[in-house]
């Protein structure tokens, strides 16, 4: 059965998608990033969201909550989704607006603009040491993050992906 979706992207897109769409349980579990041991049934449901959202297994990660699993996109599937858009990606532009000093409690502030087939998508982000288990990140290192965390957001953003990052599950709790 043919998927409307797959007509919007690049054919070569779409064949690595249905490649690991049609992988054994085995091998697409192996992609799946989760700490735990996932159940065949857990697999596929993992499965059924990377087909939902267009993105590969192996961008795919579950993280245990209450409920059972969380799935999240991986920053790898950001990107790989934005570069993989139908529009085409013309740029991606952060713009720092306040990088992260002791003056001003190292508190880094990012906008990032994304275009994508001359359309721009722009988010933010805000990042500062917080908590003392960051109390050893320097202003450049907070900075660098707070950079990667808009441009994740404003992928997300251009490409309409409403899965959470994996990368920022820390900040989520079960």
Request: net charge negative; aromatic share 6%.
């Amino acid at each position: 059965m043919a998927d409307i979706r797959a007509e919007k992207i690049a054919p070569s897109t779409w064949e690595f998608l249905k490649k690991e769409y049609s992988l054994s349980l085995q091998q697409q579990k192996a992609l799946i990033r989760c700490e735990h041991n996932l159940s065949e049934e857990e697999v596929r449901s993992g499965v059924q969201v990377a087909r939902a959202h267009m993105i590969p297994v192996s961008a795919l990660a579950l993280i245990p909550s209450k409920n059972g699993f969380r799935p999240h996109v991986t920053s790898e599937g950001v990107m790989w989704k934005v570069h993989n858009d139908p529009r085409g990606l013309d740029k991606i532009e952060p713009d720092v607006i306040q990088w992260a000093e002791e003056d001003n409690n190292y508190c880094a502030k990012v906008k990032c603009t994304i275009t994508l087939g001359g359309k721009d998508f722009v988010d933010f982000s805000q990042n500062s040491k917080g908590s003392d288990n960051e109390s050893s990140l320097g202003g450049e290192q907070v900075t660098r993050e707070c950079i990667d965390q808009a441009i994740k957001r404003a992928c997300k953003v251009a490409v309409g992906l409403s899965l959470p990052v994996y990368e920022e599950r820390a900040q989520e709790t079960c």
